[in-house]
Nanobody, 123 residues
């Protein structure tokens, strides 16, 4: 089970840090992909960031967001800086095994999903 937290209301230019904790499982395998996706109202889910041996980012968040993981705590983080209104969405964490690199941005490849945490960027 994945539990995401850290969402909230923030002004444009602000920062938030999302966390996702796994219970009943483990991130300890370095080959496991940990990822964040988001879905804005009325839009399809989109890839945000992923971490395996390196980091992968959507172009829209590159340079502003940072994904990290703490295997000992079974936790993946998403540090979001310079937030903009277009970042408003529900953010979901996901875990995948056996994902080849070329499909790491494809949400259908992930095995487990958290319930999501809402991020609202507004003045």
């Amino acid at each position: 089970q994945l539990q995401a937290s850290g969402g909230g209301l923030v002004q444009p230019g602000g920062s938030l840090r999302l966390s996702c904790v796994a219970s009943g499982g483990s991130f300890r395998s370095s080959s496991t992909v940990l990822a964040w996706f988001r879905q804005a109202a009325g839009k399809v889910r989109e890839f945000v960031a992923a971490h395996r041996w390196t980091e992968y980012y959507a172009d829209s968040v590159k340079g502003r967001f940072t994904i990290s993981r703490d295997n000992a705590k079974n936790t993946v983080y998403l540090q979001m800086n310079s937030l903009q209104p277009e970042d408003t969405a529900r953010y979901f964490c996901a875990v995948g095994n056996g994902i080849i690199t070329s499909t790491i941005r494809d949400g259908t490849r992930y095995n487990y999903w958290g319930q999501g945490t809402l991020v609202t960027v507004s003045s």
